[in-house]
């Protein structure tokens, strides 16, 4: 999955019409699987209304919506395609939190609490994010690099992981960072 973030204070903003050019660049990079055409693409939204969020997800192809804000369980429900909601775990009593959810997205991301929407580089609590993970199919996120994801997937035993600036120098992509992380990830489903 490749994501793309439609908040616009992030650094990692993109514009909804730089999304598809984009994804039809990448087949020529990607390993796909046969018949598929562009990797799944994700949209990352924070607190954005149900309309826009649909509306780009149409405009830019996305397979998936990924909610990163205050968005209620109900709020799930207007989103026109499968929905990944980011939760914020500070104990486990917030472990309640997953049944509301779960009913209502395909994924549950996991995220470490921080006054800032995501892409912060903070380890989250991987004890709280494997009594999660016993629960439901969650993605892992917050402050995994290639030196930690590996351990990561071994303590927390997640459906999948996600990351942002764990694979970053000076704010922008590294391909070799990427490269290593994927291979960190792989090794681990040997």
Known sequence: MIGFIFHEP???YIQPQQVLPLLQASERYTNLPEGQTT???VGVFVNKEADFINDIAEQA??????LHGNETPEFCHKIKRPVIKA???YEETDLQHIEAYQQVTWRLLLDTPTPEWGGTGIIHDWGLARKAAQKSRILLAGG????????????VSPWG???SSGIETNKQKDADKIRAFIAQVRSQAE
């Open 39 to 41: 990797p799944d693409s």
């Open 161 to 163: 992981v996600d990351v």
């Open 144 to 155: 995994l690099t290639v030196e930690n994801v590996a351990e990561a997937i071994r303590v």
């Open 10 to 12: 992030s650094y990692r």
């Open 61 to 66: 192809g996305l397979h998936f919506v990924q």
């Open 87 to 89: 939760l914020h775990l």
